[in-house]
C-alpha cells in the first residue's frame, strides 16, 4: 500500500514539475521581452533627444517637406551620424523581432517596419542610405533595407 502511495506520488509529481517548468520559463521569457522593449525605447528616447539638441539638421518626426539628401554632407557629418544611430537601433529592432512567430514580437516589428519605411520615405535619408550607410550592418538587415528603399516612393 506504501509503495502505491509512493509510486501515485511519483506519477503525479512529474507532470506537475514539468507544468511548474513550462509556467517559470514563460514568465522568464515575458521578463526578458519587457526588458528588450525597454532597452529599444531608452535607445530610441537618446535618439529623440539627439534630434531636438539639433533642430538644424531637420531630423525630427514632426517635419513636414523633407531636406535635400546633399544637406547631409553640408550639415557637417553631424547629421549622418544620427542616422547612422537610427539605422543601428533599426538593425536591432531587425534582430530581435524580425521573422519571430511570438505574436508580441511580431506586432513590435510590425511598428517598426512602419518606422522605418516613414524614415525611407524621407529623401535626406534615402540619400543617405544609399550614398552613405548601406555598406556598413549584417547583409540580412542590408538586404532588408534595401527592399524598403525599392519600395520607398521616390
Known sequence: MLEDLANLATLLGFPAVVVAFAIDA??????????????????????????????????????????????????????LSVMHILVSLFEDAFFLYHGSSRELKRLEWSGWEKYIEYWMNRSDFRGAWIDHLNTQYNIEFMEFMDRVYRRAAV
Open 26 to 79: 514563460r514568465v522568464r521569457s515575458s521578463a526578458i521581452d519587457r526588458e528588450t522593449h525597454l532597452e529599444l525605447t531608452r535607445r530610441y528616447i537618446e535618439f529623440v533627444r539627439l534630434c531636438m539638441e539639433s533642430p538644424e539638421l531637420k531630423l525630427s518626426d514632426t517635419i513636414v517637406g523633407y531636406n535635400d539628401p546633399h544637406e547631409i554632407i553640408e550639415a557637417g557629418g553631424k547629421k
